[in-house]
Structure formats: structure tokens, C-alpha cells
């Protein structure tokens, strides 16, 4: 237990990590039968490849701008005539967003240990408020932090330090919870204890650095913390 | 020719632009039938991905390193044991590559007018030279210019630096030739005039900037810089 009684707060990646994101290849399986998965997939992959790239050359772009630039290079690269009121939709889902399962229940077991919460994510500050209501969560975290902030995404330091620096704690005080094996990497490179859930059994990224601890849901997350106190 | 009379050298990228990675999925289709495609586009995308998350968090390392990285991801990821010698038959493919079949002959047409012209690569030094013996490109380049020399990838504004630095222009002056979208909106950020040769015809990367020009082949680079004076 020494490892976890050195934990002083808990910092969760948003979308994927907290809020389930199945529900946009759903619908856009819905839209475009038979390409709707690939359609979610290059999606993603583009949201995530621009919000690295903008950061990288200094070109900052709110989230939600981004996340409607890679739908709209997603659809034209599949070759899918994507119209208004389908961009919308899909992009809607983003602000309608279900809780994992298990993750209402683990993060009030949490806020019972009396662990300091928040939320670090590149979503914006409007998004992450809607998307926390959507999924139940209000009163849950006690900093929403968007790298809005700072204008660059993860996993440039400048956004993990905002953990950090809302909590007044050493980033090694602090488990940051992701899904996002990327994220892991960058979070555990910055510094802080890492928890990797990985949902998917997705191999480990090849990029020299291992999370702290891993698990498949957020009750796992619940026994690393505090299962032996619990 | 306003445009075009005011660029006076050419820098372009390595791979894909002026060497020919299709050998590499040719290669990956043999060891792994029907999945060749899909292990080509996941370890290509890796190793981007890889380039830009360790720039982003000042963790460089070098092309050759994240390129077998992204190779070991990739079969992971699609679940295919790949072993010692496939990964060493692979790897060989990025130190025999061809050249694009018309990239030779344009290459000697722009050096014939006169025009200075560099490599500007997120290849290693060693990645460099070896491509260009077996393209057969031995001194069509006054510069090989390899990221490495500041440790930061595209589309960090420090590695396209290095252009305007050894040819003793200002970007704008610079024609930057580059197959990669992505590649094409970070040099025209940063302030190259640039020209996209969209072999397959990608739609233009959704990050609100556009190639100075677009083409399809190396010949369109040549038409457009000395066409009209040929």
C-alpha cells in the first residue's frame, strides 16, 4: 500500500475515459451503414493528429473545432457525402455522452474516501460542463480543468501542470487516470502516478515509458486507491 | 510566374515525396497475407503519431528508433507475431528504397536550371545518405538536412528552420515539396511556400491553411517552378 498511500488526489481524462464514446459510432453506423465504424475510428484518429499537430506548430484550435475538422476530413477521405444536419448529429453526440457502467458508482466511492477529484482534459470548458451533466456527474470533481487554459493539448507539459497546480500538490501525488494509452505516456513522462484503463486489451505504446498501474474499468481504479481501505 | 520567379531553392521531404515506401507494404503483405495493407497504414500512422507525442513532450529520439517502434505497436496491435528476422526485413526495406519513377529526371531538370535543393527529413543522418544511394540520388542535393540536428520533429518550427538556415533565405523564398498532407500545413505555417504532390488524391487536411500549389508528380513540381522557362 505504499505506493497508493502517497496518492493525495485523482486527475481523469474526459472522453473515452470517463464519458463513453461508443454512442458516436452508433450513430454514425446509423448514418453510413457498413463504413460507420471505420468512420468513427478515422475520426478519432484525426482529432487527436490535429490537436498534436496545432500544438506542435503553435496553431491552437478549441476542441470542439477540431473535433468538427476531423469529422469533416474523416467523411471526405471515406468519400462519404456528409450534409448539415448529419455533421450535426454526429457532432451532437459529443455533448450527449453516456457514463461508463461502472464509473458513477467508483467515483462516489472515491469522493467518499474523501480523494480530491478532477477532471484534466483537451475538451473545452463548455463542453466538459455539458458533458458532465449529460452523464450525471455534477458535484463529482472538484476542479474541471480544460487545457483551454494553456491553448496546447496533451501531451505537452503545459497541460498536465494544470493538475498540479489546482491541486497545490507534486504531480507524483497525483494519479492520472486515462484510457488513452497515448495519454498514459505523455502523463507518466510529465511526472504524475499513472493508471492506464485499458478497456480494449489494447497493447502497450511503444514509447519507452509504462503506466504506473493498469486495469480494465474504473472499479479497478477504486481498488488501486483504496480497495485495501475500502 | 510572379510566384514562382520569386523562389530561388527546394527543399522536400524524404519519405514518400522523393523515396517510394510502397516496396514496404509489398514486403508486409508477403510475410503477413491480407494483412499487409492494414500493418503498412498502422505502422506508417505510429510512426507519426510517435514523432509528434515525443516532440510534444521533449522525449526525442531518433526516426530510425520510432520507426521500429511503430512497427512492433502496429503487430501487436493486429496481433501478428512477427519475429526477429520479419522485423529485420521490414526494417531493411526503409535502407532500399526506390525512388518515385519520375523523381530522377525532375530532380536533374531542377538542378540543370540551377535551382539550389535540399533534403529536409525527419530521417536520421545515416537514413538519409543510405535512401539516397539506393534512389540512385548521389549529388542532387546541396543540403541533407535531418531533424536530428535539433531534436524535434515536423511539425515543430525548429526542424523547418533548418532550411531557410542553410540556405541562407527566408522561407517565403523556399519552395517546400512534401507527399504529406499534414507535412504541407506545417510548412505553411511556418511560412514556406509550399507545394503539395497529392499522389492518391487526399482530400486537403482540415486545419484551415492550403498548399501554395498542388500537384500529383514531381513533374508538376518542375512544371511549376520552371515550366515556363524550360
Redesign the interface.
Known amino acids: 500500500m505504499a505506493q497508493q498511500a502517497r496518492i493525495q488526489a485523482v486527475a481523469f481524462d474526459a472522453f473515452g475515459t470517463l464519458f463513453d464514446v461508443y454512442s458516436v459510432g452508433l450513430l454514425a453506423e446509423q448514418l453510413f451503414p457498413g463504413k460507420g465504424a471505420t468512420l468513427a475510428e478515422l475520426w478519432r ?2 482529432q487527436i ?2 490537436s ?8 491552437y ?1 478549441p476542441f470542439w473545432d477540431i473535433t468538427r ?2 469529422l ?2 474523416a467523411a ?2 471515406l468519400g462519404l457525402a456528409l450534409d448539415g444536419a448529419q455533421r450535426t448529429q454526429l457532432m451532437n453526440q459529443y455533448a450527449c455522452l453516456s457514463p461508463f457502467p461502472e464509473n458513477l458508482a467508483a467515483l462516489r466511492r472515491l469522493k467518499d474516501a474523501g480523494l480530491p477529484t478532477a477532471i484534466l482534459s483537451n475538451g473545452t470548458p463548455e463542453m466538459l460542463q455539458v458533458a458532465i451533466k449529460s452523464a450525471g456527474m455534477q458535484g463529482l470533481f472538484d476542479h474541471v480543468l480544460s487545457v483551454d487554459a494553456v491553448r496546447k ?5 503545459d497541460a498536465y501542470a494544470l493538475a498540479p497546480a489546482a491541486f497545490g500538490l507534486a504531480p507524483e501525488r497525483i494519479l492520472f487516470v486515462t484510457s488513452n494509452g ?1 495519454d498514459a ?2 502523463a507518466s ?2 511526472g504524475f502516478t499513472t493508471f492506464w484503463i485499458n478497456r480494449s486489451g ?2 502497450l ?4 515509458v509504462a503506466p504506473t498501474a493498469t486495469g480494465r474499468t474504473m472499479d479497478d481504479v477504486v481498488a488501486y486507491l483504496i480497495g485495501g481501505r475500502g
Do not use: C, M, V
Not at 52 to 59: D, E, K, P, W, Y
Open positions: 484518429q484525426k493528429e490535429y498534436f499537430i496545432r500544438s506542435l506548430s503553435g496553431r484550435k475538422d476531423g469533416d476530413f471526405a477521405r493539448y496533451k501531451t505537452h507539459p497515448w505516456a505523455g513522462w510529465y489494447q497493447p505504446e511503444a514509447l519507452d
